[in-house]
């Protein structure tokens, strides 16, 4: 098989498996928000490992913040195993700020885009609209809509799982078909 098959195979695949994990992180968020937990805390605890065993493995010259960093990460990783909730909030938070941060850049940037007549200004207003109104939803799932805003992070992250994927998708059949259209000319 030549590169170019085995790419697009290999992209079918990913696009694929983004639209299962995307489904499946919508029809079962808690467990998607625990696994995520899990995923962090492992993370951190072999970050924290690999740097206690690096300071002890440097002989000669033994750096002190390499020691303090992995206590740290150690340190984290057990928070997050023992207060997973207060773990995942607190992703939940800093993410929806992020998206609201960025809602507001993206406007500004598409209110320059218009000062200087772009003529596709619109489609970064219309992605700073969703940036901002998605941060929001996440600030505000709980008190206006009743939803734990973890639940609401994890169906959002579904739902972009899936809009990746079914993306992908259409791009590789897009290039594929384009492809074959200059091979034939």
């Given at each position: 098989m030549n590169m170019i098959a085995e790419a697009r195979t290999?992209?079918?695949?990913?696009?694929?498996?983004?639209?299962v994990f995307g489904v499946l992180l919508i029809l079962f968020p808690n467990i998607g928000a625990g696994a995520l937990s899990i995923v962090a805390a492992s993370i951190f605890y072999v970050v924290?490992?690999?740097y206690i065993f690096i300071y002890i493995w440097m002989f000669i010259y033994h750096d002190f913040f390499l020691l303090v960093r992995g206590f740290l990460f150690i340190m984290a990783a057990t928070l997050i195993m023992l207060y997973p909730?207060?773990?995942l909030l607190?992703?939940?938070?800093?993410t929806s700020i992020a998206l609201v941060v960025q809602g507001v850049y993206q406007f500004v940037y598409s209110m320059e885009l218009s000062s200087i007549k772009d003529k596709?200004?619109?489609?970064?207003f219309i992605y700073s609209l969703i940036l901002f109104l998605s941060?929001?939803?996440l600030l505000l799932s709980k008190p206006?809509?009743?939803?734990e805003a973890t639940v609401t992070y994890?169906?959002?992250?579904g739902i972009m799982f899936i809009v990746d994927g079914i993306f992908d998708l259409v791009i590789i059949y897009v290039l594929k078909r384009d492809f074959n259209f200059q091979e034939l000319k």
């Open positions: 290999r992209q079918v695949m990913d696009a694929c498996l983004s639209l924290g490992a690999f909730a207060d773990f607190f992703v939940t938070i800093l596709y200004w619109y489609v970064d941060g929001l939803m206006v809509f009743g939803i994890m169906i959002m992250a």
